[in-house]
């Protein structure tokens, strides 16, 4: 059974730095693909990025993402991480990595890697506030 659990979120000034940890265990398959999700209050929860164990097509998402997060790996594989620059206003929610476990071939280069009901499992999410 996939296990997660987030980490690194906290309070930070507009323009400041976070970086979020994944911590992921559990899979039943050599090939599974981390996502990152966001969600703030009222709102459906929007994709951020995927990657997968293999590094078939990390990806994230369009617009005001782009060019400011990047998501990595440690060697072992076990952690994945989402490393958060100029945080801006519109920037706060809370985070939540996913995984898939035992997607199709290139599922983070497709449009699937964007729907959470392709992922199996969850965490259970950390907080990122923006306040000056």
């Known amino acids: 059974q996939v296990q997660l659990e987030e980490s690194g979120g906290g309070l930070v000034q507009p323009g400041g730095s976070l970086r979020l940890s994944c911590a992921a265990s559990?899979?039943?398959?050599?090939?599974?693909?981390i996502g990152w999700f966001r969600q703030t209050p009222g709102k459906e929860r929007e994709w951020v990025s995927c990657?997968?164990?293999?590094?078939?097509?990390?990806?994230y998402a369009s617009g005001s993402i782009r060019g400011r997060f990047t998501v990595s790996r440690d060697n072992a594989g076990n952690t994945v991480f989402l490393e958060m620059n100029n945080l801006q206003l519109d920037t706060p929610a809370v985070y939540y990595c996913?995984?898939?476990?035992?997607?199709?071939?290139?599922?983070?280069?497709?449009?699937?890697?964007?729907?959470?009901?392709?992922?199996?499992?969850w965490g259970r999410g950390t907080q990122v506030t923006v306040s000056s």
């Open positions: 996913a995984a898939a476990d035992g997607p199709s071939h290139y599922f983070c280069s497709g449009f699937l890697a964007r729907l959470p009901a392709e992922y199996d499992a």
């Open positions: 559990g899979f039943a398959s050599e090939y599974y693909a």
């Open positions: 990657m997968s164990s293999r590094n078939d097509g990390t990806s």
